[in-house]
């Protein structure tokens, strides 16, 4: 009998602690936030390149101004795949205190084949114009917060209107833009990037094991193998990044970024380093290209950020309606260690940021 007693309240135990977490979600008070989120590279219905954002605006049960939960489906300004039907400019409706660009790079004519070879191919869509970019200005009010990622400002975006972004953010791209690559026969190196390597060099694409790619806007390509660099690329805070989001961690970094020169004013809140090795640092050298790479650019006077980088792009997540201490995350990273970033780096540093917005709200 006793023991019957001590195994039912065990039992009792594990459900009330496996529970807590989505107790606690659903007693929490929602927060009513106006956030506008440009994404103009949506080519199919798993709308990753905002994903990452829009569960994470779950999660800390952030809502609309009149109270209803942000969908990654619908509320978006951008590219509009099949049974959404077309696109939808910037036209945001309410006071704002977040727009975030995600994406401008657009949708191509093979992107809605699924383009699993990565060729290049007519624009259907896309690019930051200059109305947008008026709008969006025009929409700020004292307290929002304008936050960009890559790729929003490089092509198809015109020139004119990269020259007036980088004016209000207070930061200049290189014209370079970079990847890690853990497999350099692997299907993720896209056609083109081959392509243009074998024309510009006249040699085969002979490359194995890890590398790290580099192309410039005029398609320039430069390569680093494996005994040029050791490791990957690291996303790594630096002493202010570390002051602002102290429950944010280094984390390895495996997709796209763009090469930024930050203008006074700004913070440099986390760079990227690589290990260089062998020839690696004079080679970088002889392309203008430096030994890191600023990630993390805030300008806080102006309340502007700059993600040098596809942050918000997410393939996986999990059920978004829970609260846990923050070491739980690790576990997440741990369980998706492709989505390591998200859990160490982004999603606290993101918290962060949308704490401050929700305080000045109030």
């Known amino acids: 009998m006793r023991y019957n007693l001590a195994l039912s309240g065990a039992i009792s135990a594990l459900l009330l602690l496996i529970g807590a977490p989505f107790f606690f979600w659903y007693i929490k008070s929602a927060v009513p936030m106006g956030v506008a989120v440009i994404d103009k590279t949506v080519p199919n219905d798993d709308f990753r390149e905002h994903k990452g954002l829009f569960w994470l605006l779950e999660h800390h049960k952030i809502t609309t ?50 383009n699993p070879r990565g060729d290049r191919s007519s624009l259907i ?103 040029d660099f050791e490791g990957e690329v690291y996303f790594q805070w630096t002493k202010e990044g570390r002051t602002h989001y102290p429950e944010a961690r280094n984390s390895p970094y495996g997709y796209w970024f763009d090469i930024v020169e930050p203008n006074s004013g700004t913070i440099v809140e986390a760079n990227y380093h690589v290990n260089l090795q062998g020839n690696g640092r004079q080679i970088l050298k002889d392309h203008g290209l430096p030994g890191k790479f600023p990630a993390v650019i805030h300008h806080p006077q102006n309340r502007t950020y700059y993600f040098a980088g596809d942050y918000a792009d997410i393939e996986t997540t999990s ?9 739980f995350y690790d576990l997440m990273a741990f369980i998706q260690p492709k989505e390591a970033f998200y859990w160490r780096s982004y999603f606290p540093m993101m918290t962060q940021i949308l704490k401050e917005i929700e305080q000045k709200e109030k």
């Open 125 to 227: 869509y896309g690019g930051l114009t200059s109305q947008e970019w008026d709008a969006i200005l025009q929409a700020r009010e004292e307290i929002t917060v304008l936050l960009m990622e890559f790729n929003s400002i490089a092509s198809p975006t015109e020139d004119s209107v990269r020259k007036s972004v980088e004016e209000s953010m207070s930061f200049e791209w290189s014209g370079w833009i970079g990847r890690y690559f853990p497999d350099m026969q692997d299907s993720e190196i896209p056609s083109w990037l081959v392509n243009n390597y074998q024309d510009q060099y006249q040699q085969e694409w002979k490359f194995e094991g890890e590398g790290l790619v580099f192309v410039a806007e005029n398609d320039k390509v430069v390569v680093l193998d494996n005994g």
């Open 319 to 327: 059920w978004p309606k829970w609260i846990v201490p923050n070491v």
């Open 65 to 114: 101004k009149d109270g209803e939960a942000y969908e990654k489906e619908k509320d978006y300004f951008g590219y509009r795949p099949d049974e959404f039907s077309g696109d939808q400019e910037f036209a945001p409706q309410a006071p704002l205190d977040l727009i975030y660009l995600a994406d401008t790079y657009g949708v191509y004519s093979e992107d809605v084949n699924e």
